[in-house]
């Protein structure tokens, strides 16, 4: 059943349908400005944030030769200032002082600029944005710093490896076609280039900006909390302005991809440990027939990971760890399917039979035809989650949105592809077909290239090599492939039917202590909010000995992998399906998550849980997942400064956590028996913690509390015993001295990344603004998640917005200076300070001089983060034994 409502007036007399959310409340209406802007205003009066999102057609593909970049450019340079508003920077100031957040991104072929801000100052900041697009100004002083900005956002991808690649794969395409270009654009391409020709960037900027944003092109969506009518007059008084050049859509017809850049073997070196192979075909764009879904269809059946798949029978070889497929890096005029794959070391040793299997399985799906009964099924789970879809903030909103309205008619601006309602299997042959030795490329990654390539790519100096592969050799490669039975995936188990709502006895607005054991706690919170047939589940097992050693902590986390690596081709079935679940290591344990439409939750939990008892260890799989989280160790160097500065903030601050090098050391001499010793120890002493919330009964959480209870505690020989009071583990965290600036400098573990990073943290107890506090949550994960933090640190104040927001209304402005000179300012008497500064490898110099200073009486410098650690107190904990918590 389709859910739909009417929009406005439009060219005439013409009515258009939106089809929307059985339990969306918002309304929606589709206007057409004067100056031939389309707009969708949505109306949400429930919303405590409002939000706008513009979308330009025009993106990096219409970079001009030799200013590579000038769109990306043009991104940043529109936050600036305008002519109404000529104050640099009061855009940004704006909005972030009104609670709001703003952004934009630059993609091939079109700009998104989204923003929020508070409801009662939206009006001026829509004001605000819309002269983006109607009188910008670009001051040639905001030039050039947005042009350091822009090579300093590209310096930081330079070691990523996802954006060397992508920029490999471009390279590696028909020079004619836009898709070769480098989009991000640096100091270079904006500006030493453009001189040395004798051209003005900003000149070129402004020039880019006439020609290419007109209001035809354009597409804005405005979320309000006023009604529809006051939204459409806000809307046609800001954003009448904007010029209508009736500019053309660009469009950029042909393949990136010729004959010369298929049938290739590119071996490409990449920056992290670990073998990546990724196969990749020109396809016919999904766009083009996303009624009938054709690539949604083969992903889902390529990507599957259930028994019988691909990645099945690679997982039981031992030859990968992550297997997925879709498409990518799509347009209206060309598309890629691509299947990606992690490899373990076995699995690099046998690259020829990964690809023959996958042919092997396109010809299973070619030779069995399309079948109906996996397409109508594909077709409920996607009608199902777009019906029952969580609300998510309007800032994400808008912005998905107005991506949208380009591509698909108004009917379907908010479903877009989700629901394709027409089984043709004539189409999905025609993709499949597409799917063949002749034309496809591979793109093999692993740092065992290094030193056996000849080619340099320019942008990022990804180093690679390319060979021939003729259709005869990958014909061979098929046929020495491992005779292991690949099969299409059964029926769906998971699949929910009853989408019906409880009846709510009482509607709790707090999470209440529904039961309490010597086992465990049970917290219950019934929905009153949300009403979609949807529950959450979280269960946390203290277990004392789970962190107590570096070795407890990895055989802890490896432990828990194993049991997500057991359950995956029963439970993968569950989250197609919409179901999700997650086992994972905590400091003081593990936990288990489950969240998604709570029909056949119960089942996927009693499975959990019987994995976790009947836990053993599988030699096989156990190899493999050491060389995974090894990996993850070494690859840690390669974090960005910034991400290694907040790895150091916790290590010193968190009175129970290892240093990643002595986990890897520990990791590298345990075995697989040490593992199968170490679970009894873990599990002979526990006690959990159960929050459930959402489309479940009170009666339910309890059945699932005393089920696991029976399971892990009950018996003659439990492999549970209850924790001693004494065992209850709480997170601590340093208590730094008044009046100290502590700092910790050290070099970036990766001297090849040039950029640094500081980390400044100030222990405070300041409420944040009352608006963010007022924020209401917007979905049932949301809400668990505050309500869990409450739980986890044993505060209990499921109540604390009220009197932290009244506090804060009574706050002056003397309060807040007061505080301000006493906590944040330089020489603050009561300020606690820890600085983390992590120098890149071009900072050297300036790490060496701050080491050399001698510490004075108001700063100390941290040589050694355990010492250090060990000689701090800590502060207390509101979480004690089950006797002592505070209920």
């Known amino acids: 059943m389709e859910h739909s409502i009417n929009g406005g007036d439009l060219r005439g007399n013409e009515r258009v349908e939106i089809l929307k959310p059985r339990i969306d409340k918002r309304e929606y209406r589709r206007i057409v400005l004067s100056n031939s802007l389309e707009v969708l205003l949505i109306s949400d009066p429930d919303t405590d944030k409002c939000a706008a999102a513009m979308d330009v057609n025009v993106g990096s593909f219409s970079d001009p030769e030799g200013l590579e970049g000038l769109a990306h450019f043009l991104e940043h340079m529109l936050f600036y200032a ?80 996802s954006w060397r690649m992508y920029q490999l794969q471009k390279h590696l395409s028909a020079k004619d076609h836009p898709y070769h270009k480098f989009s991000t654009g640096n100091w270079d391409t904006l500006e030493v280039r453009p001189k040395a020709k004798g051209l003005d960037t900003r000149d070129e900027l402004i020039k880019f900006y006439e020609e290419n944003y007109s209001a035809n092109l354009m597409h804005l969506v405005v979320y309000g909390k006023k009604n529809l009518d006051d939204i459409q007059h ?79 029978v690679l997982k039981n070889l031992g030859w990968a760890t992550s297997l997925g497929a879709g498409e990518t890096d799509w347009s209206n005029e060309f ?105 496809v490329r591979i793109l093999w990654e692993s740092k065992k290239f290094d030193g056996c390539t000849n080619m340099i790519e320019p942008w990022y100096g990804t180093t690679y090599s390319v060979e021939n592969i003729l259709d005869i050799t990958i014909q061979q490669w098929k046929d020495g492939a491992p005779n292991d039975l690949l099969s299409l995936p059964a029926p769906n188990v998971f699949i929910p039917t009853d989408l019906s709502l409880k009846i709510v006895q009482e509607k709790a607005k707090f999470p209440v202590l529904l039961r309490k054991s010597f086992f465990s706690r049970l917290w219950f919170k019934a929905d009153t909010l949300f009403f979609t047939p949807k529950a959450y589940v979280k269960i946390d097992f203290n277990c004392p000995e789970s962190g107590h050693s570096p070795e407890a902590e990895v055989l802890t986390d490896i432990f828990t992998r194993l049991l997500m690596d057991y359950l995956n081709e029963y439970a993968y079935d569950a989250q197609v399906a919409g179901l999700y679940y997650s086992v994972y290591h905590t400091s003081t344990g593990f936990q288990i998550v489950s969240i998604g439409y709570n029909h056949k939750m119960r089942i996927l939990l009693d499975t959990i849980i019987t994995k976790v008892v009947d836990f053993k260890v599988k030699r096989d799989r156990f190899s493999v997942i050491k060389e995974t989280v090894i990996k993850e160790y070494q690859n840690f160097k390669f974090k960005q400064p910034y991400q290694q500065a907040s790895y150091y903030c916790s290590l010193i601050l968190e009175d129970q956590s290892w240093p990643w090098n002595e986990a890897l050391e520990a990791l590298s001499h345990l075995e697989a028996d040490d593992l199968a010793k170490f679970i009894p120890c873990l599990l002979s002493r526990a006690f959990f913690e159960c929050y459930t919330a959402g489309n479940i009964s009170s009666n339910e959480a309890e059945s ?89 640190d044993g505060t209990l104040k499921f109540d604390r917005t009220e009197p932290e927001v009244a506090a804060l209304r009574e706050l002056t402005k003397k309060d807040v200076i007061e505080f301000f000179n006493n906590y944040i300012k330089i ?61």
């Open 82 to 161: 305008s002519e109404k508003y000529p104050l640099e920077d009061s855009y940004m100031k704006y909005i972030t002082e009104h609670g709001g957040h703003a952004n934009a991104f630059t993609a091939s072929e079109h700009t998104n600029f989204q923003f929020d801000v508070n409801c009662d100052y939206f009006e001026e900041a829509l004001d605000r944005f819309a002269q983006f697009f109607i009188n910008p100004l670009m001051s040639p002083d905001a030039t050039m710093r947005e042009i350091k900005a822009v090579d300093s956002e590209n310096q930081k991808n330079l070691l990523s490896d």
């Open 234 to 312: 806000m809307v046609e008084e800001k954003f009448h302005g904007i010029r209508n050049t009736a500019r053309s859509c660009s469009i950029y017809p042909g393949r990136p991809c010729t004959s010369e850049h298929l049938q290739v073997l590119i071996k490409a070196v990449p920056v992290k440990e670990g073998h990546k192979l990724n196969i990749i075909w020109p396809v016919t764009p999904n766009i083009r027939h996303y009624k009938e879904g054709p690539c949604r269809y083969l992903s889902h059946l390529i990507g599957h990971e259930g028994e019988g798949s691909l990645f099945f």
């Open 335 to 439: 598309s890629f399917f691509a299947v990606g794959i992690d490899l373990t070391d076995a699995g690099q040793e046998h690259m020829e039979d990964i690809v023959g299997l996958l042919f092997k399985y396109i010809l299973l799906l070619k030779e069995s035809g399309v079948n109906k009964w996996i397409f109508e099924e594909i077709c409920a789970i996607g009608e199902t989650m777009f019906h029952f879809q969580d609300k998510v903030p309007p800032f994400n909103y808008v912005a998905r949105v107005a991506s949208n309205m380009r591509l698909y008619p108004p009917h379907d601006w908010l479903a877009a592809s989700s629901l394709f309602p027409e089984f043709n299997p004539d189409t999905i042959q025609m993709v499949l077909l597409e799917l063949t030795p002749s034309n």
């Open 704 to 792: 699932l509390v005393q089920h696991i209870e029976d399971v892990m505690f009950g018996g003659t020989q439990p492999i549970c015993k209850p924790l001693y009071p004494s065992q209850h583990l709480t997170n601590r965290i340093l208590k730094l001295e008044s009046g100290v600036n502590y700092f910790y400098p050290i070099q970036g573990l990766n001297q090849q990344d040039e950029n640094s990073a500081l980390l400044y943290y100030i222990q405070s107890n300041k409420g944040t603004l009352i608006d963010m506090k007022l924020e209401k949550h917007k979905n049932l994960r949301e809400e668990s998640a505050f309500f869990w933090t409450e739980i986890e």
């Open 827 to 887: 020489g603050a008497p009561l300020k606690k300070k820890l600085s983390l500064q992590v120098y890149g490898g071009v900072h050297s110099s300036e790490y060496e001089a701050v080491i050399r200073n001698e510490n004075n009486c108001h700063s100390m410098c941290i040589d050694d983060i355990l010492s250090f650690r060990g000689s701090q107190p800590l502060y207390g904990s509101y979480k004690g034994g089950l006797g002592l918590m505070k209920l």
